[in-house]
């Protein structure tokens, strides 16, 4: 079919449509438990320090973070067959089971390696509840609706970066770490048995009995935690061995996917050439071009003398742009939405050329600091603009028996490019002198090589995004949309 056809379709009902009725009980639900797992993101990070100080264990602080990725990506990728097997109301349910029985075991943690086992089981939960997000969206909603209720997920991340940091920030200022998982608790409890009441009782119904995908997960979780290992050493050399570890584990899970009869992918998902293929790969360098701002407030407060808090808020503006992003693409209709995931890539470009141009050189100036927020904004932006029609490309695309797979895989691909984009970020940092020489002279330096090395994520995502466009696809077309829409 030529992509030209898809300017016929109807245009798309508007935000009233998802926000009412029945699909507006829906959609309180879905936001409800992204929303839990956003906000206890941002929250943990701003309490850590608090954590550290009371527990000790300064010398594991990044591993709460891996462990949580890793622990999300493995439930991420364990989703659909927890949403076939157990249908959606009780699929939410033990997901939120889950993430409770590890924020409880943080509340109580006595030690920092307790603590690590309960981000651990937190993660795993909150990774199904992301990644049940996605799959329960096309169960729940008419397809014209799938991009709006996309857009809702980037949303309320966009929400809780904003409002985590401040809820973490009045429980340190307490010096009640403790209480701020506590807090958690209640909310979890209530939010599962509404989405046990509300959901649907049946699941997707694909994959409840397939295999489980066991070789490629234990890869999966192995290249993370082998570049994150890398990452937080100040070693050039470890930094090297753990991303070349990564990158041949990374080669592996590929291969075995490939060859595997369970997978972690749909049909054509690893197909050179195709448009499933194209799509993860966009997700993905889109994903770990964001990845940057990992060092934005460190950069702005050693560089361009910001305070530690409009340091963080000004961070904020990549996931900012990402929600004003998704708001203004979300319903865009047929060549439109082909000409958002275009130009995705292009708005993350420049405004990681802006970044380069600017950030590492000291000053602080009125207009040097709009054009920065500029840059941040514009990163986010542009994966915003792209991310509502590249996820429901990926539901158009794949064969109707692995929707829920795919929904599952969204999540995956995110979560392992948000790991495996931060640990390079940390690795091309150290190596750029954020620790030797340090200092302002070592944060300059490391921030030009950073936006610079960084640029080749949306350069090469404009090459993916263009194979969306032209690429053969693996069983039906891919971007036609389904009658009405």
């Known amino acids: 079919m030529n992509t030209n ?6 245009s798309r009902p508007g935000w009233a449509a998802l926000l009412g009725g029945r699909s507006g009980v829906f959609s309180i639900v879905l936001a409800g438990g992204v929303m839990l797992h956003a906000l206890n993101i941002y929250i943990v990070t701003t309490i850590l320090p608090s954590v550290v100080e009371d527990l000790g264990g300064l010398d594991l602080y990044a591993w709460s973070t891996t462990l949580f990725v890793v622990a999300s990506i493995l439930g991420a990728a364990l989703a659909s067959r927890l949403l076939d097997g157990a249908g959606s109301g009780r ?7 889950l993430f409770a029985a590890g ?15 309960g981000r651990f089981v937190q993660g795993f939960g909150g990774g199904l509840l992301y990644a049940l997000a996605y799959a329960v969206i096309r169960l729940v909603y008419p397809e014209t609706l799938w991009s709006r209720a996309i857009s809702l997920i980037s949303v309320i991340w966009g929400v809780s970066t904003l409002v985590g940091p401040a809820v973490g920030g009045v429980f340190a200022e307490m010096n009640a770490w403790r209480a701020a998982f506590w807090s958690l608790v209640p909310v979890a409890t209530v939010f599962g048995l509404v989405a046990m009441a509300v959901l649907p009782a049946k699941g997707g119904g694909e994959s409840a009995s397939s295999p489980l995908p066991l070789p ?22 470890l930094n090297g061995v753990g991303m070349l570890a990564a990158v041949v584990l990374a080669a592996l899970l590929v291969r075995t996917e490939l060859k595997s009869g369970a997978r972690l992918l749909p049909t054509g998902g690893l197909a050179w050439g195709g448009k499933p293929m194209a799509l993860y790969a966009t997700i993905g360098l889109l994903v770990m071009g964001m990845q940057t701002d990992v060092f934005v407030p460190y950069f702005l407060q050693i560089l361009h003398g910001q305070s530690p808090l409009a340091a963080g808020y000004l961070a904020a503006l990549m996931a900012m742009g990402w929600t004003l992003g998704s708001l203004q693409s979300a319903g865009r209709n047929g060549n439109a939405g082909l000409r958002a995931i275009a130009s995705g890539p292009l708005f993350v ?14 000053g602080g100036a009125e207009w040097q600091i709009a054009a920065i927020c500029a840059g941040l904004l514009l990163v986010g932006l542009g994966i915003g603009v792209a991310w509502p029609h590249l996820v429901t490309n990926v539901f158009r695309e794949v064969p109707a028996a692995e929707q829920g797979l795919a929904a599952g895989s969204i999540t995956t691909v995110q979560l392992f490019a948000t790991a495996f984009g931060a640990a390079a970020a940390g690795m091309v940092a150290n190596l750029g002198g954020l620790s030797d020489p340090g200092g302002a002279t070592g944060a300059a330096d490391a921030a030009l090589w ?36």
């Open 5 to 10: 056809d898809l300017s016929t379709g109807t």
């Open 91 to 97: 699929a939410y349910a033990l997901a939120t089971v």
């Open 103 to 117: 924020t409880l075991i943080c509340a109580a943690a006595q030690a920092f390696p307790v603590l690590l086992a």
């Open 216 to 237: 490629q997960l234990a890869l999966l979780a192995a290249s993370v935690l082998a570049v994150s290992a890398g990452s937080v050493s100040a070693d050039p050399v």
């Open 349 to 362: 470009l420049v405004g990681l050329a802006i970044l380069a141009a600017l950030v590492p050189f000291p």
């Open 450 to 485: 950073l936006f610079v090395t960084f640029l080749a994520a949306p350069a090469s995502a404009l090459i993916s995004s263009r194979r969306i466009l032209v690429g053969r696809g693996s069983g039906k077309d891919a971007l036609q949309p389904a009658s009405g829409v």
